[in-house]
């Protein structure tokens, strides 16, 4: 009996991961898989153990689900274990996740939050199930929970989930249902000496099970095949922004106006939003919505106000605030195509002159200078106004009292570390003022871009700060940091701000002057007001992450833009600070929030868990790894155009270095690039020269009207490697022949590859 009861807990682990399954047709698909198999497999492991052990039936789910927590917050709270510190990191975790679950479309960022979410449901899944199989012996009730787990996902995408995911379940549910069902039938059969009246050998909880047996089949294809002929109604989800969009059409892209300091605006998401051609050589962002209202670490919508206008295609609209625009602004022509943004939005460069939805009418808002389409406008074109570099602020229109006193609130909970900011920041005029906070935030402040936000600090009382002062504190974050920090330091000085967010320029796609769009251009910049110029676009966003810094802040200017030729100034530029990493800032003493001793996980769990993972995989990688990196590197060196050939040939070095110990560059400009490995890298003359080389091969073959086949920079490139790994440690060499990176990139795409094959074919097939 203990030997069935174990198989049924090995197939209950099983089905529960089959399940779950897919889950990963709407998440990005990454590591956060494996520790989520690990917590499944170790509840049904536990539970084997302590049957075996003979534990009391009502004591093994306890222990499992003990098991479960401590791994979990082992896993996701390594550093939080204090009971005074774990409640309020789970807690903010689980907001991050909800945060996500509400306004990400699919495949939505596998966030640290969403990440504790998924493991949480899994794991209550699997134990769930290993009680009904294994631990009351009816695999039948397990069925509920395995459908639970597989209607998460069933009701949250738009075009139905592969056959083959609810197959499989079915199938292994059904195994269960056998399993149990022989076991039953060998404890009713007894041996006697004489004869006895004859008896059915079904459980008495399946008087009929071969009917059952025979039909089960049948029904399982039916309910597979069947959703494919009928029709249908529109798809209802069960999260609402997970999956948005309509049964029958491709899945359109929401914006959600409510950010959370705490959650990452920017994914990795390659979905495609839109693909324009323009007249300019430098685009600016373009805008998607505006707010002003910051409460509580979010931006939020703005109340209702009543100010959009009726207006008709190629009318001149006005510039909020302007009253002599064209003598302040240059007009440059915009051309959008398959735009795929939600109804209501429209992508622009702000302000707009004209615009031409193809269609009668629409609305201008007159106090955001947003055009509101009616429903989804898919191809359009506009022109739009620059202001010109010479221009600032003069006598002219105020801005009226209802849009100016939100637009003038300062955060209370952050007000002081920004005041003590903005401080030695301020300057004769707030037009000043507010280039040297776009140059404090930019790059003279030490401050850092990244996607991974710093570690939570405490005030001198022990209280967690707010996450605009923890930002100012520990000069860490992304754009909506950046741009937050700057509108709050603006109101501080009586200058009224707001905050924009839309998406950056995009890359070229090739063709001339056309660019395409994607959803991990997502981006936020602050909106600053001045009298006789009106809501002015700043840039605090370090360039490697954002757009050149507008030119009428020309001084201030350190970026490099997305889409435009970069300079030969740009090459050459200090990046200090990007390299000053999360400083700490002139604000009130803090300290790391879980840094004392009694918050850490106990010492041997660490060395116990490394002296497992290089037993068991240490010299299985020696073998297997080298020849995935090798196989990788062959793959690139298939013939391609010249511009692919040569981006293929950068992204072998990217990798050829990291296997050497250097981190892989954030998305950015060739020259961003090149400015983030002359810090990262000890390179001597030869290994710059090789560096530049390989840059400027890049930048022809990215930016080139016509790319020239005689590109390549193969020749740099091993140069480059040659110099590194001459100057690296005999250990780094070491690693990077037995142990390369780039293989676990290789086992990284497998594993992609494998598991959206399923959701792939079965869009591919409704289609």
């Known amino acids: 009996m203990r030997r069935t009861a174990s198989a049924q807990a090995m197939l209950a682990a099983v089905a529960t991961l089959i399940a779950a399954w897919p889950l990963t047709s709407l998440i990005e698909v990454g590591p956060w898989i494996w520790p989520i198999v690990a917590l499944v497999v170790g509840v049904a492991a536990l ?10 039936a009502a004591l093994i789910p306890l222990l499992q689900l003990l098991l479960a927590v401590v791994a979990i917050m082992l896993i996701y709270l390594p550093h939080t274990l204090s009971p005074t510190v774990l409640v309020d990191a789970a807690r903010a975790l689980i907001e991050d996740g909800i945060h996500t679950v509400q306004v990400a479309a699919p495949p939505a960022p596998a966030t640290v939050g969403l990440r504790f979410l998924i493991a949480f449901a899994v794991t209550g899944f699997a134990l769930i199930t290993d009680i009904c199989a294994a631990t009351l012996r009816a695999p039948v009730l397990a069925g509920v929970p395995l459908l639970g787990a597989f209607l998460i996902s069933a009701a949250n995408t738009a075009i139905g989930l592969n056959p083959v995911y609810f197959v499989a379940l079915a199938a292994l549910w059904l195994t269960m249902v056998a399993t149990q069902h022989a076991q039953d039938l060998q404890r009713d059969v007894t041996v006697r000496t004489r004869a006895l009246r004859p008896r059915t050998l079904e459980s008495p ?72 051609s323009t007249s300019s050589l430098v685009t600016p962002p373009l805008r998607v919505t505006v707010t002003s209202t910051y409460r509580d670490g979010h931006w939020v919508p703005d109340e209702a106000v009543t100010s959009a206008v009726v207006s008709d295609n190629n009318t001149v609209l006005p510039v909020p605030g302007v009253t002599d625009a064209d003598s302040r602004f240059t007009t440059a022509s915009l051309k959008v195509t398959g735009s ?46 620059v202001l010109k570099d010479n221009q600032e602020p003069s006598d002219g229109e105020r801005l009226d009292p209802e849009i100016s006193e939100p637009a003038l609130a300062v955060d209370q909970a952050s007000q ?45 009382d022990g209280q967690p700060l707010d996450p605009l002062s923890n930002f100012l504190a520990t000069k860490q974050g992304y754009c909506t940091q950046f741009a937050s920090a700057m509108v709050m330091m603006a109101r501080a000085d009586g200058i009224p701000a707001r905050l924009a967010v839309g998406f950056l320029p995009g890359d070229p796609t090739g063709t001339a002057n056309q660019y395409s769009v994607v959803q991990s251009d997502a981006h936020a910049w602050p909106e600053l007001w001045f009298s006789g110029i009106g809501w002015t676009r700043f840039e605090p966003t370090p360039g490697i992450r954002a757009t050149n810094a507008p030119g009428y802040t020309a001084d201030q200017q350190t970026g490099v833009s997305r889409n435009a030729q970069p300079s030969e100034d740009d090459s050459d530029s200090s990046s200090a600070g990007a390299t000053s990493g999360a400083a700490s800032s002139s604000s009130a003493p803090v300290t790391p929030a879980g840094s004392s001793t009694a918050n850490r996980a106990p010492a041997w769990l660490g060395w116990a868990g490394w002296l497992f993972a290089v037993i068991a995989i240490g010299g299985a990688g020696a073998v297997v790894l080298p020849i995935l990196a090798r196989r990788r590197r062959e793959s690139v060196a298939v013939d391609r155009p010249a511009p692919q050939r040569v981006e293929a040939q950068w992204q072998q070095l990217v990798w050829d270095l990291s296997d050497l110990g250097a981190s892989a560059p954030p998305p950015g400009s060739p020259r961003a690039l090149e400015r983030h490995y002359r810090n990262e890298l ?80 079965w869009a591919d097939r409704r289609r």
């Not at 539970?47 to 009391?56: F, H, S, V």
């Not at 690296?728 to 390369?740: D, F, K």
């Open 47 to 56: 539970g084997i153990a302590l049957r075996a052990l003979r534990t009391p």
């Open 682 to 761: 000890h390179l001597s003359g030869d290994g710059q020269r090789a560096l530049r080389q390989a840059v400027q091969t890049l930048e022809q073959a990215r930016y080139a009207g016509s790319a020239d086949d005689r590109l390549d920079l193969r020749q740099d490139a091993q140069e480059l490697v040659h110099d590194v790994r001459r100057s690296a440690s005999a250990t780094m060499r070491l690693r990077a022949a037995l142990w390369p990176r780039s293989a676990f990139f290789a086992l990284r795409d497998a594993g992609v590859r494998v598991m959206r094959t399923p959701a792939r074919w």
């Open 416 to 460: 002081a570390a920004v005041r003590r900011t903005l401080a030695p920041l301020r300057a004769s005029t707030q037009w000043e003022t507010a280039k040297n906070i776009q140059n404090y935030l930019r790059s003279s402040g030490g401050f850092t871009y990244s996607l991974q936000l710093a570690q939570t600090r405490r005030d001198s």
């Open 340 to 385: 795929a943004l939600a109804s209501g939005f429209l992508a622009a460069p702000y302000p707009l002159r004209t615009a031409n939805l193809n269609r009668d009418v629409w609305l201008f808002d007159e106090r955001t200078g947003s055009v509101q389409p009616s429903g989804t406008v898919k191809d359009y074109s506009l022109t739009y106004r």
């Open 205 to 276: 909880l399946s008087g009929h099970g071969h009917a059952a047996r025979l039909i089960a089949v049948p029904v399982i294809i039916a309910a597979a095949l069947l959703p494919t002929v009928i029709p249908h109604a529109s798809a209802h989800f069960f999260a609402q922004g997970l999956a948005r969009g309509t049964g029958d059409g491709p899945v359109t892209i929401g914006f959600a106006t409510d950010l959370d300091l705490s959650a990452d605006l920017n994914s990795t998401n390659p979905s495609p939003v839109l693909t324009y």
